[in-house]
């Protein structure tokens, strides 16, 4: 196979016709069979470990060259083994985050995020204007003259993303960047991803095995099994799916939606749910326990299925701080237990509620009923987005 230059170089900075990955990989335990189109901004990737994940990923880098098939992003093509068309992984101007960061060890946090200059502008790519934008997002102001032995991991990883930006890559990769971190740090992090997905248009790839932030970040995900896309769609809908639920159940599945925080009582806190702006003709507050979060906050509220109490009339005397009224949308049977989804207003995305076999049969209930759920304020987690708004 020849190699080649890119066959077209006029995509525009941020914009994405469509990822196309239509590729067959010969591996140790099967064969990766990709038949992938994707036009979203962000797109998680999402699996067992050993599905297939990263073999995906290095493949639409190029340093799987046995690969047999067709990438394109655009009207840019990588890859055609029929066509004998094969771009260099230095010329597919990707970048790439793996979960341990990979920096210059010999270089500070400046000259690492630098580390992809040459290459930006030799693309005409913005690279000044792009390295202030990542500094001042990321928060490595104060970081920057300090070595790389002297950073903490969460520091790492951040470093790490934002010298694949200031690179200027038309495609961001991240493999489970956050993956070899504690949860509450991964959790921290979270709004760092958010600000990166709403400052560039860089379309993204984004692995994780973790369902709240492939909901929180990704526009569309795809599951891997064996090495083959066995669902693909929006998150919420893919993770809640019969034969998904089960994996993301075991990676801590959590109903997410937005909200913002308003006034609490002072031992406990707020917020109203929806999009900041968005319809409030029948808003929806739920107590929580006390945060830092300051009123007008954009927060994004997680709620475990299995945490979600359901009854089919206005219980009372409960310790529970919110009865919410919803109506159920769908039931579904999942292994040993029922999925219900209730919707609590039309404006709102809908919960996914777990209960047991027994109860789905002995509450009686239909698509179409009116319940009420029960939610203690301790199982409503709340996650900073890093936005903010007035009240």
């Known amino acids: 196979m020849t190699s080649v230059p890119p066959t077209h170089d006029s995509l525009q900075e941020g914009s994405l016709d469509g990822l196309t990955v239509q590729v067959r990989l010969p591996l140790d335990r099967f064969e ?3 038949d992938l189109h994707t036009e979203k901004h962000v797109t998680g990737i999402f699996g067992v470990s050993g599905a297939g994940k990263t ?3 290095e493949t639409i880098c190029g340093v799987r060259r046995q690969a047999r098939g067709i ?14 068309v094969f771009v260099q992984p230095s010329q597919r101007h990707i970048g790439y985050v793996p979960q341990d960061g990979l920096l210059f060890p010999h270089k500070n946090v400046r000259h690492n995020l630098l580390a992809g200059r040459k290459r930006g502008v030799r693309r005409g790519h913005p690279v000044q204007q792009t390295f202030e934008t990542v500094v001042h997002i990321l928060e490595l ?10 950073l903490s991991g969460g520091e790492r990883q951040r470093v790490a993303l934002g010298r694949a930006l200031c690179s200027g890559p038309r495609l961001l990769l991240l493999d489970e960047p956050f993956a070899s971190l504690d949860l509450a740090l991964r959790r921290k992090l979270l709004p760092f991803l958010r600000r990166v997905r709403a400052e560039f248009q860089t379309p993204m790839l984004f692995v994780s095995h973790d369902p709240l932030e492939v909901q929180a970040l990704c526009d569309d995900l795809i599951v891997l099994g064996d090495g083959r896309i066995i669902s693909q769609g929006d998150p919420r809908t893919v993770l809640t799916a019969s034969h ?37 003709r029948a808003p929806v507050e739920l107590v929580t326990v006390r ?13 475990p299925a299995h945490d979600i109490m359901l009854a089919t009339q206005r219980p009372e005397g409960l310790s529970a701080r919110n009865v919410l009224p919803a109506r159920i949308t769908q039931l579904r049977s999942v292994g040993h237990v029922g ?4 919707e609590l207003s039309p404006d709102l995305p809908p919960l996914t509620v777990e209960v047991t076999e027994k109860s789905f049969v002995e509450l009686g209930l239909r698509v179409g009923s009116e319940v009420f759920l029960v939610i203690k304020a301790t199982s409503c987690r709340l996650y900073r987005t890093g936005e903010s708004r007035r009240v």
């Open 291 to 303: 945060s830092e979060a300051q009123p007008g906050e954009a927060l994004l509220a997680g709620i």
């Open 32 to 34: 990766l069979n990709i």
């Open 244 to 280: 998904i639920f089960p994996l993301a159940e075991q990676h801590g599945f959590e109903n997410i939606l937005p909200c913002y925080s308003v006034e609490g009582d002072g031992s406990t806190g707020q917020v109203r749910l929806g999009e900041r702006g968005g319809a409030e």
């Open 141 to 150: 102001g104060p970081l920057l003259e300090r070595t790389v032995h002297a």
């Open 339 to 342: 999925l219900v989804t209730a």
């Open 55 to 57: 073999s995906l990923l």
């Open 71 to 84: 990438i394109a992003l655009g009207e840019e093509t990588w890859l055609d083994s029929d066509r004998e």
